[in-house]
């Protein structure tokens, strides 16, 4: 599973889109397995699944029949696209409603279904573009899960997101993106390491406190997070010793105090900075 990550605007969607042909590169060529897409269009696209950020399933369609459509597409056997359209409907939890309209369903549903559509065709590599924009938690935690099955299962998955938790929940290798360019490219937990003598100090009081409260703890960044303050650091022993001394003399007891490793969403926003 391979990740590009990056804000709005990064360049994430038009990449997609060269990799998958709907745009021509200015330079460069661009291979699915052994094809080049653009000298063997429809050899390479045979073997893609694509999921857009919109949803393209066709509304006043059931999900049965929307399944069949894409396995007619695909020339697949009627009994074949029968069967296959079954198995993807029970395994997206989505055959209860295989004959309800598409209209009725979801933001969540329509998601299962596209992806679903997506693997009628045996697609060796599937393109999900932002695969959990705006679903509600329950949603987002079922497409996770299906993803990492399937990438399980022997599919190469590459998705474009900007939420710094899927990146990390569900990506090998990750590329961060910013105005076009890769400005990093590596595991999760190698791109962590490039930041890694910057800690910090996450700390909660009994009485709320502000970031001006502390402006007396020098050499270090701090944020507000909720009921919490973190301060970025390369000296943690110390901030910790500063906090103590300040909840003492405050009379403010300290609620919870952590040290923590960067985050990959540290990482993401250093390396911004940095091309910004």
Do not use: W
């Not at 709005?8 to 042909?21: M, P, Q, V, Y």
């Not at 695909?74 to 309800?100: P, S, T, V």
């Not at 999760?188 to 009994?206: A, G, N, W, Y």
């Not at 300290?254 to 910004?276: A, W």
Request: with cysteine; hydrophobic share 40%.
């Amino acid at each position: 599973i391979f990740g590009l990550l990056g804000p709005n605007g990064a360049g994430k969607t038009t990449t997609i889109r060269i990799l998958t042909g709907i745009l021509k590169p200015t330079k460069g060529s661009i291979k699915i397995d052994k094809y080049n897409i653009q000298n063997k269009p429809l050899e390479a696209k045979q073997l893609m699944g694509i999921v857009p950020e919109t949803t393209n399933a066709y509304l006043d369609l059931s999900a049965y029949k929307n399944l069949l459509f894409i396995g007619e597409l695909y020339g697949l056997q009627k009994k074949d696209r029968i069967k296959k359209a079954i198995k993807l409907l029970e395994l997206f939890e989505l055959k209860e409603k295989m004959h309800n309209k598409v209209k009725t369903f979801s933001k969540g549903m329509r998601q299962r279904l596209v992806l679903a559509m997506a693997l009628m065709n045996e697609s060796k590599i599937l393109f999900l573009d932002e695969p959990t924009s705006g679903l509600d938690v329950k949603s987002a935690r079922l497409i996770k899960r299906l993803i990492k099955k399937l990438n399980q299962e022997g599919k190469t998955v590459l998705l474009t997101t900007h939420n710094i938790d899927d990146a990390n929940q569900l990506c090998d290798r990750v590329a961060v993106m910013n105005f076009g360019e890769i400005v990093a490219i590596d595991s999760p937990e190698k791109l962590k390491d490039i930041i890694q003598s910057v800690s910090s100090v996450e700390v909660s009081f009994e009485k709320s406190v502000s970031v001006k409260n502390f402006e007396f703890i020098k050499k270090t960044k701090t944020i507000k997070e909720g009921d919490k303050l973190k301060f970025y650091t390369k000296n943690p022993e110390k901030v910790i010793f500063s906090l103590i001394d300040y909840s003492k003399s405050s009379k403010n007891k300290i609620i919870s105090l952590n040290t923590l490793k960067p985050t990959l969403e540290d990482v993401f926003i250093k390396l911004i900075e940095k091309e910004t």
